[in-house]
């Protein structure tokens, strides 16, 4: 049992190490794709320890909500990780929440991040928040269709159990319905960690943020937990749609030999989502604000159909 | 452990004594406001006390049975206790012993204005109508508890009958709550005519034998009436009119119990007076319940007024308690009693949390429209400074309501979800698609709440304040927090500790329906159809409140020496920062409005006057955006005109003509004798 | 889409190296406000905020020309920011306009220590052709502390990014 929880903190620290990679690696995909030499991968860990250490500068109309918003987005995200098999289906406190609490968990990191952009009463934050609750609102029915996908064919809704189950199906990824859900999860995915077409990660533009528009009054330790979380959940959410639709290589057990292959094969999983999401982006424009429900409203669409074949085809 | 049966009746007669007293003595104090406040809500909050213990003491198995045979015709006033009777006890007193608390405080500023006894008075009676109403066990008795409660709670509305508003409101009430009565009285002497009892307790077995068409007709009456009383939409509209018109302290109450008392009707109905019903029945109100949620936030969403929002957003909570009672007639229908019994103990968990959470937000917006004389969200904002602990309360409220966790609003969602997702063990494809709308739709509505309580605390208590009023506010009295506080340990207590309210619920449910639910639980975790879903609520909130004390500490030993400093909001280095610059409520929920256009067809003016000499000159911009309500558009206005037209053919009659007044009387006599032949 | 992905693949990685050399020569360093231990904080990342003061957007078309791939100037660790919350440096170009110094001043203060300021151009050094304009108010360093100054009428985009780094790493 210890060397389990041992191993699921290490599993823990594992997201919260690598997803700063991760959002580097993105960042230097799509440079290379746009012809640039780009950042090195390593750039963001630097600015997190750059934010950590300068001073704060908070707007004198904020109360402690503000102050509050960063350490519970960066302890959600944190919560997730633990729920979420990383590297393997063994996760002891993987009983902590099923596939909808995590879900429940990004959305109070949510709610409260959106709380926290009208705190300033600059017009900027509010907008943000108004539009960032906007997606979230209307990205949630996609998730839980395709949630409901999902558990239909595994018959369960446990994280741990459904991988353990999928990586039984030999034809996984040649079932129509999985693939709708996976594309349904995928633009979720897209629209909750604030890529595009739902928003631009990379925007100087006031008015064309979501995320940005919310945490641009945050400062120094703050800005860095900001990012830190966005990063995390950037990182759980790929880990998740290479986990929960192509759950090869997670370690069914605790061998050492199984846990290294795990990490690789993730590696590799998450390289080849990540690189997926930068050719998205440098192929992609950014849509209009009223636009996105049509997406949504896509993804939702894909979702049913999932659901519907699982119910009709198989 | 059993209860002995004498207990169960001295609690009863200590509930009714204490309400009885308080409306009695406020009443003979009525020309001392103070006493009558003090004396009056005191002995509320003694039988509201009194009314928990009772449930307790149901929940615990005790059984009693009371008749008084000579007050009512038709066998008597019959009162008895069962479990299910007890759990909504217990929603009374978590909805009513917080309120009467805050009650204290809050009446205190009505005491120049209105006549405190009978406001006390009525208070004690709505209180003890309500706990006779779960109890009463034929039809007469139930009848006429129901009709007391809803003309009591109709006083209570009306205490600030000095406005126009509130005279509207209280109209609207009135005459939606005896439209459901009606149907509830046609069900009622259908169902007692066709079973030959007007005792509740034998129409179980009576009603299994009876033809479908007259199970269609009664289920369709009393729930119409039950509905009606549980604010379903299309039945809500008296809903968003009568909740914010009264006093908070009984908004809370109406809001958080008084509705919950339809719920209480459908669960007696569909589960208990008739039986297993067919599949229709369930599919029913699982569409009602989707529309309601959906429909109720949407429109909560675009409010402006506090208690308005709140009070569409207990539409949206009916419809999210009536997802899992209308899950649990289907599986019921598909004899899947494990997992029907897991649906209601879904709707039923809900149906408490919504008691703690929606009395919680009454009763602070109503703290905050007491300090800030307005419910316009657009003339608040900077509350969380001026009113620190209100704040709190409410931020616990919105989380909770909005389904986040670690708080109980989340519980019992997460149990509905789970409930909702494990349909596809029903074996007809319909129904199953059925199914992933609902589930789509609750989707859709927990996001959407959570986009409606970002709004409702956010512009309310955030930035900076939006009047003079707001800049003025003070933080209400120590009685009225305690009241609110109480609430928000409920919530928390409720979501991240739900084992003995599970444990009441499973007993209660076994009762009914002879089935458990399909749901493992101990102390720390709970596991519904094993091992298809799991949560573990308490190491949730445990593991969260550890990582949130962690990371600053962990800061703090990382971080040299860094300076935090305030200064402006940045603004693009503009030099005024005023509250005019802050997003505002319409602003907020304008992407909705433009999303969901074809729901609420919204209307845009805008008047431009210029300046006669240039047209680069404006004089007045007049802009108006308003939502327009589709159901008394389309519905009810199209109702009232011919109810008036058929009241004008009919004034027709009425000619005031003696002689003619005396041939009606004989056409009715030769009518009556021909039939009574 | 396709011809895209295509006309990506075909295309290389189109970034010069930098050459700290001719360019360097346009740059004056002033007095540090800050001491030296308050920029090893920073470490090799910068985000930067610019603020127009009032300038004619020469500069700005030659900043603009910055985060093109041909310069890049990402591949240093440094990023155009929305707001100076984020920020670490103020990138500021033409003289102070009345209208503009206040603003200016607000966007030194909203920034958070340990910060840079960088006078990019010949207006923002000494007013320009603009010196004496009824609408000027002067220099940039006449409103709020200078560390760097870049000359040039427009400076070229290797002079601003070589005035950037030497920012950077000035104090080490």
């Known amino acids: 049992m210890l060397v389990e929880v041992i191993i699921e903190f290490v599993q823990t620290l594992a997201v919260a190490l690598g997803a700063p990679l991760l959002v580097g690696f993105v960042r230097k995909m799509k440079a290379r794709l746009q012809g640039r030499r780009g950042a090195p991968v390593v750039q963001p860990y630097r600015d997190l320890r750059k934010w950590l250490a300068k001073d704060v500068v908070l707007s004198e109309n904020t109360s402690w909500i503000f102050r509050f918003t960063p350490y519970l987005l960066v302890a959600t995200m944190l919560l997730s990780a633990l729920i979420v098999p990383v590297l393997t289906t063994h996760t002891p406190l993987g009983f902590m929440g099923n596939i909808i609490v995590l879900m429940y968990l990004f959305l109070l990191g949510t709610f409260f991040l959106a709380l926290a952009g009208l705190d300033a009463g600059s017009a900027f934050g509010g907008m943000g928040s108004s539009r960032a609750m906007a997606i979230a609102a209307l990205a949630e029915p996609t998730v839980m269709i395709a949630i409901f996908a999902i558990a239909l064919r595994a018959g369960t809704t446990r994280l741990d159990h459904i991988i353990v189950h999928y990586s039984a199906d030999g034809l996984l990824v040649l079932n129509p319905g999985h693939l709708l859900a996976f594309v349904a999860f995928f633009i979720v995915a897209l629209a909750e960690t604030g890529r595009l077409p739902v928003d631009n990660p990379a925007t100087h533009l006031e008015l064309t943020m979501i995320h940005e528009a919310m945490v641009l009054e945050y400062s120094g330790r703050y800005l860095a937990l900001i990012e830190w979380a966005a990063a995390m959940k950037l990182f759980l959410f790929l880990t998740l749609l290479a986990n929960l639709f192509f759950p090869w290589g997670v370690a069914p057990s605790l061998a050492p030999a199984a846990l290294v292959v795990a990490l690789v094969v993730l590696v590799a999983k998450l390289s080849v989502l990540a690189t997926g999401v930068a050719l998205l982006e440098t192929a992609l424009a950014k849509l209009r604000l009223f636009r996105v429900p049509e997406l949504l409203s896509g993804s939702f669409l894909m979702a049913l159909l999932a659901v519907v074949s699982f119910f009709f085809v198989a | 452990m059993m209860i002995n049966e004498t207990l169960v009746l001295k609690l009863l007669n200590l509930t009714l004594f204490c309400f009885g007293l308080g409306a009695l003595a406020s009443l003979a104090l009525a020309r001392r406001a103070p006493a009558a406040r003090w004396t009056g809500h005191m002995l509320a909050l003694l039988g509201a006390g009194s009314v928990g213990t009772l449930a307790v003491a149901g929940l615990a198995g005790g059984t009693a049975h009371w008749t008084l045979s000579g007050l009512l015709p038709f066998g008597g006033v019959v009162l008895g206790i069962d479990r299910l009777s007890a759990f909504f006890l217990l929603i009374i007193a978590v909805g009513g012993f917080p309120a009467s608390l805050y009650a204290l405080g809050y009446t205190r500023a009505y005491e120049s204005r209105h006549s405190l006894g009978a406001m006390a008075c009525t208070w004690n009676l709505f209180l003890a109508t309500m706990t006779l109403v779960v109890l009463a066990r034929n039809v007469l008795t139930f009848l006429v508890l129901w009709e007391a409660m809803s003309l009591v709670s109709y006083f209570l509305v009306l205490t600030e009958s000095?406005?126009?508003?509130?005279?509207?409101?209280?109209?609207?009430?009135?005459?939606?709550?005896?439209?459901?009565?009606?149907?509830?009285?046609?069900?009622?002497?259908?169902?007692?005519?066709?079973?030959?009892?007007?005792?509740?307790?034998?129409?179980?077995?009576a009603t299994a034998s009876l033809g479908a068409s007259t199970r269609h007709a009664i289920f369709i009456l009393l729930a119409l009436g039950f509905g009606a009383k549980a604010g379903v939409i299309p039945l809500h509209i008296w809903l968003p009119q009568a909740h914010p018109a009264a006093p908070s302290h009984v908004s809370a109450v109406m809001s958080g119990v008084m509705i919950k008392l339809g719920i209480y009707g459908l669960i007696r109905l569909g589960f208990d007076w008739l039986g297993i019903g067919p599949a229709v029945w369930g599919g029913a109100i699982l569409a009602v319940a989707a529309v309601s949620a959906v429909l109720g936030v949407l429109y909560a969403l675009m409010e402006q007024d506090l208690k308005r929002l709140l009070a569409y957003s207990s539409v949206e909570n009916v419809g999210i308690i009536l997802?899992?009672?209308?899950?649990g007639l289907l599986f019921q229908a598909y004899h899947l009693p494990g997992l029907a019994a897991l649906a209601l103990l879904a709707g039923l968990y809900h149906t408490l949390n919504h008691a703690a959470f929606k009395s919680l937000l009454f009763m602070t917006a109503g703290a905050v429209v007491q300090a800030t004389h307005t419910r316009h969200m657009e003339a608040m904002g900077g509350l969380i400074k001026r009113m620190p602990q209100t704040a709190l309360f409410f931020l616990v409220g919105s989380v909770a309501i909005a389904a986040l966790p670690p708080f109980n609003g989340f519980f019992s969602e997460w149990l509905t979800f789970q409930s909702l997702l494990l349909s596809w063990q029903i074996p007809a494809r319909d129904v199953n698609l059925i199914f992933a709308l609902?589930?789509?739709?609750?989707?859709l509505t927990s996001g959407l709440a959570a986009a409606c309580f970002v709004k409702a605390f956010g512009i309310t208590f955030l930035a900076l304040p939006r009047s003079d009023q707001a800049g003025q506010a003070c933080e209400v009295s120590w009685v009225m927090r305690a009241g609110m506080a109480l609430l928000a340990l409920a919530c928390l207590a409720l979501g991240i500790w739900p084992v003995g309210v599970l444990y009441a619920l499973q007993a209660t449910i076994f009762e009914m329906n002879g089935a458990y639910a399909n749901l493992y639980f101990d102390w720390k975790t709970v596991v519904a159809n094993p091992p298809f879903a799991t949560v573990a609520p308490l190491l949730m909130a445990c593991a969260l409140a550890a990582l949130l004390a962690a990371i600053p500490l962990a800061l703090r030993l990382r971080r040299g020496r860094t300076v935090r400093r305030y200064y402006e909001t940045w603004g693009c280095g503009r030099a005024l920062q005023t509250a005019r610059f802050e997003y505002t409520s319409t602003a907020f929920a304008n992407p909705f409005k433009r999303v969901f256009a074809f729901l609420y067809r919204p209307i845009k003016e805008l008047d431009i006057e210029f300046h006669p000499e240039s047209r680069f000159f404006v004089r007045t911009i007049a802009y108006r955006n308003e939502v327009r309500s589709v159901f008394e558009e389309a519905l009810y206005q199209p109702l009232?005109?011919?109810?008036?037209?058929?009241?004008?053919?009919a004034r027709r009659l009425q000619s005031g003509n003696v002689q003619s007044y005396l041939l009606y009387i004989l056409i009715a006599l030769v009518i009556l004798i021909l039939l009574a032949r | 889409m396709v011809s895209l992905w295509r006309k990506i693949w075909k295309t290389p990685v189109v970034t010069e190296p930098f050459i700290n050399s001719d360019a360097a020569a346009a740059i004056e360093a002033l007095t540090r406000q800050v001491e030296a231990a308050a920029f090893a904080r920073l470490g090799r990342s910068l985000h930067i905020r610019q603020v127009d003061a009032g300038s004619c957007n020469g500069c700005e078309l030659e900043i603009g020309a910055l985060n093109s791939p041909y310069y890049d100037l990402e591949q240093f660790g440094l990023h155009f920011v929305a707001s100076p919350r984020h920020a670490d440096c103020l990138l500021v170009t033409g003289p102070v306009t009345r209208n503009m110094a206040d603003a200016l001043r607000r966007t030194y203060e909203a920034t958070p220590s340990p910060k840079i300021v960088v006078a990019v151009g010949d207006c923002a050094q000494n007013c320009g052709i603009f010196a004496g304009g009824y609408g000027v108010v002067g220099p940039v360093s006449a409103v709020i502390p200078v560390d760097i100054v870049v000359s040039g009428c427009p400076p070229a985009p290797r002079a601003i990014l070589a005035g950037i780094l030497a920012a950077m790493e000035k104090p080490r």
Do not use: K, N, P
């Open chain 2, 162 to 205: 000095d406005h126009a508003e509130t005279q509207h409101a209280g109209l609207v009430y009135l005459v939606m709550t005896h439209a459901g009565f009606a149907c509830l009285l046609m069900g009622f002497l259908l169902l007692a005519h066709a079973t030959g009892t007007m005792d509740f307790a034998h129409w179980r077995a």
């Open chain 2, 323 to 327: 997802l899992g009672i209308g899950a």
């Open chain 2, 438 to 443: 609902a589930i789509a739709a609750l989707a």
């Open chain 2, 640 to 649: 009232i005109r011919s109810t008036q037209w058929i009241a004008e053919q």
